[in-house]
């Protein structure tokens, strides 16, 4: 993984609902590369493919010995806005995966909040890790600008959707030790496996900024 920096994004709105700001999959997209979503490198468009199954549509990410991060671009405060909630499901867990060292910095889903601020803006990275304990924080090997929450871990919930509801506002003042948090410009997803050379798969059925803690 070379960070959330090399994401090029471009502005898209996500969707306003009532209980929240919504980026989820379109039907029209299936078997494609999301619309609305930022690849920096084509070779990123294969490994990003919408599809459907009985659950609903969803992205599925297929890394193998790779890794790209795709970038969706909005622009939120979160004072209105401080939950983050997102459903993924790991299939393919890339052996070894250890984000602590470049050489297993890999994950086999990882969701960014992307902030406004510098050439390499600050970002928070939730990720379902293959070996380290859930709670686990640490800050990316290649930048500390980037601050690393474990919310899952290991084989024993692979193939099942799990819903992750964190809280970003609180999450970026006790990383980054800011009492002032910046807008988000955007949210990014990396599924990769080039650092121990193997294969992570996994899937993405949304993700939603929320007001408040259900």
Known sequence: MRGVAILILFFLPAFLFADGIVIDFDEKDVGKFPSGWKAKEDEGRSVYIVQKDTTGIFLHADSKGNSHTIGYELSLDLA?????????????????????????????????????????????????????????????PYSKRTQMVVVESGREKIGEWIVERVDVLKDYK???????????KGVGILTDSDNTSSRA?????????VGEQK
């Open 80 to 140: 209105d806005y401080p939950y983050l909630e997102f459903c993924w499901r790991a299939k393919v867990l890339p052996p070894g995966g250890d984000e602590r060292e470049k050489k297993t910095n890999d994950s086999v889903l990882g969701v960014y909040v992307i902030f406004e601020g510098g050439i390499i803006p600050r970002s928070v990275k939730y990720i379902w890790s293959t070996t380290l304990p859930v709670g686990t924080v640490t800050h990316s």
């Open 174 to 184: 006790r990383l980054f030790g800011k009492k002032k948090v910046p807008p988000v």
């Open 201 to 209: 798969v996994g899937d993405y059925l949304y993700i939603k900024f």
